[in-house]
């Protein structure tokens, strides 16, 4: 309990900051808009003069690609990586080295914090467009896709948050880390399905996708909700791969964390 106080403390804190900025979100989210109506004519003409696409007609890819802008708004590591480099450089974390508070869960509070207000923000440009919208969308009806779809989602929330906060510790290591981020906010944007569903790769690139994390930040959430990915049997086996990379992810932060602090030098904050 006196854990759940303490996070749910940073939390509450990270929930007033967040909402400090609610116009910046509302106005992101706002302008997603545009770049949703510049992949629905995009995608329209691709399927002009073709009725399926990999096995999805057009309403079933236009809903993927909504469903992947609320994903991004609810799970998506924004700056966060930024955020822990600047703390890094500037000499803040060293209150974390003196206090009983870890600086994992410090972060993870307050990246859940922004993406309940970022997410909830969503919906509103969302609802301006509905009449638009709503015409477009097509789910499937199985019962076990949403609680399955919101399992993936945390986990691949947990994955982005983590993958970002990597990326955060290598200020331990290097004065600068865009080229970093940039490298892999490309390969993310690529690999992670933002750009295009990933099932209309190759046969074999889309089956090697399926053991690398990216697919599981954005992708695997989504063809679960829309119907992409067939099967229950399908879906489990992602979640157990998935499972295994935040896993894997949370323990290199873990390693990243414990080397960095050898380097680390409690000057400032």
Request: glycine content about 8%; hydrophobic content about 55%; charged content about 10%.
């Amino acid at each position: 309990m006196r854990l759940l106080r303490k996070y749910g403390y940073v939390f509450t804190v990270g929930l007033q900051s967040a909402l400090v900025y609610r116009w910046n979100f509302f106005i992101r989210g706002s302008f997603s808009l545009i770049h949703l109506a510049l992949v629905f004519i995009l995608w329209g003409a691709a399927f002009s003069g073709v009725a399926q696409m990999g096995g999805f007609d057009l309403p079933q890819t236009l809903t993927y690609f909504i469903v992947v802008l609320v994903m991004q708004f609810m799970i998506g590591a924004f700056n966060e990586d930024f955020q822990i480099s600047e703390e890094i450089r500037n000499g803040l974390i060293n209150q974390f080295l003196l206090k009983p508070v870890n600086y994992f869960g410090y972060r993870l509070s307050l990246f859940t914090s922004a993406r309940l207000v970022s997410g909830a923000l969503i919906f509103v440009p969302l609802a301006a467009a509905s009449p638009w919208l709503l015409e477009h969308l097509t789910f499937p009806h199985d019962p076990w896709r949403l609680p399955a779809a919101l399992v993936a989602m945390a986990m691949a929330a947990v994955l982005q948050f983590t993958i970002a906060f990597c990326f955060g510790l290598l200020a331990f290591w290097f004065l600068e880390i865009q080229g970093f981020v940039i490298l892999s906010y490309a390969m993310e944007t690529f690999l992670s399905g933002a750009m295009f569903p990933l099932d209309l790769l190759p046969k074999a690139a889309f089956g090697l996708t399926q053991y690398l994390p990216f697919t599981y930040q954005m992708y695997f959430p989504a063809a679960i909700l829309t119907g992409r990915i067939a099967t229950g049997a399908e879906v489990g086996r992602g979640l157990v791969i998935q499972l295994l990379w935040v896993v894997v992810a949370a323990g290199f932060a873990r390693l990243l964390w414990a080397r960095g602090l050898r380097r680390h030098t409690a000057v400032g904050g």
